[in-house]
T-cell receptor, first 110, second 112 residues
Framework: QKEVEQNSGPLSVPEGAIASLNCTYSDRVSQSFFWYRQYSGKSPELIMSIYSNGDKEDGRFTAQLNKASQYVSLLIRDSQPSDSATYLCAVEGGSYIPTFGRGTSLIVHP | DTAVSQTPKYLVTQMGNDKSIKCEQNLGHDTMYWYKQDSKKFLKIMFSYNNKELIINETVPNRFSPKSPDKAHLNLHINSLELGDSAVYFC???????????FGPGTRLTVT
């Protein structure tokens, strides 16, 4: 059974701070890793994708992947209240069956 | 233009009924998916469909069946609805495997 684990939170950070979201996965053959953001009552939307070890930066977002430790994280710099949402980690191993974590609720307070 | 659309947005029905949810994507993607998101917000894949190849999550009851008339459509049929089927159902599409998924707006199904 492939598993993706996330701390459900809520993670509460002040505006302007760095929010750090973490995810671990069980399937060592996993090849693709995604972070989705889901606002309440809305559908998930992609924030970042990462496929190789190391860091990938896009604006205020940085995804970090460590395949040896089976760990992927998302850093949000200069957090804004509009970043308040649930962040879903997804892992795919080439089987057309992505596995999602339960999501971490992020609250950015002014 | 909506990339991935679903109808209906809300569906309220009684136990034992049969219902369908429709999904269409205009992104030219070759892979489509159905997900179920329960009350605890856990998003769980039910099916993926790629170039007429259906991959089923083995935990999905056979009361659920996907039907794809063409690459742009993947409908979900549910027979003999049960209370536990109440959830939000998301359709999604992607270009090939291991790639970004684009989600539809969701269909909130309530079984009474």
């Amino acid at each position: 059974q492939k598993e993706v684990e996330q701390n459900s939170g809520p993670l509460s950070v002040p505006e302007g701070a760095i929010a750090s979201l973490n995810c671990t996965y069980s399937d060592r053959v996993s090849q693709s890793f995604f972070w989705y953001r889901q606002y309440s009552g809305k559908s998930p939307e992609l924030i970042m994708s990462i496929y190789s070890n190391g860091d990938k930066e896009d604006g205020r977002f940085t995804a970090q992947l460590n395949k040896a430790s089976q760990y992927v994280s998302l850093l949000i710099r200069d957090s804004q209240p509009s970043d308040s949402a649930t962040y879903l980690c997804a892992v795919e191993g080439g089987s057309y069956i992505p596995t999602f974590g339960r999501g971490t609720s992020l609250i950015v307070h002014p | 233009d909506t990339a991935v659309s679903q109808t209906p947005k809300y569906l309220v029905t009684q136990m034992g009924n049969d219902k369908s949810i429709k999904c269409e994507q205009n992104l030219g993607h070759d892979t489509m998916y159905w997900y179920k998101q329960d009350s605890k917000k856990f998003l769980k894949i039910m099916f993926s469909y790629n170039n007429k190849e259906l991959i089923i999550n083995e935990t999905v009851p056979n009361r659920f069946s996907p039907k794809s008339p063409d690459k742009a459509h993947l409908n979900l049929h549910i027979n003999s609805l049960e209370l536990g089927d109440s959830a939000v159902y998301f359709c999604a599409s992607s270009h090939g495997r291991d790639s970004t998924q684009y989600f539809g707006p969701g269909t909130r199904l309530t079984v009474t």
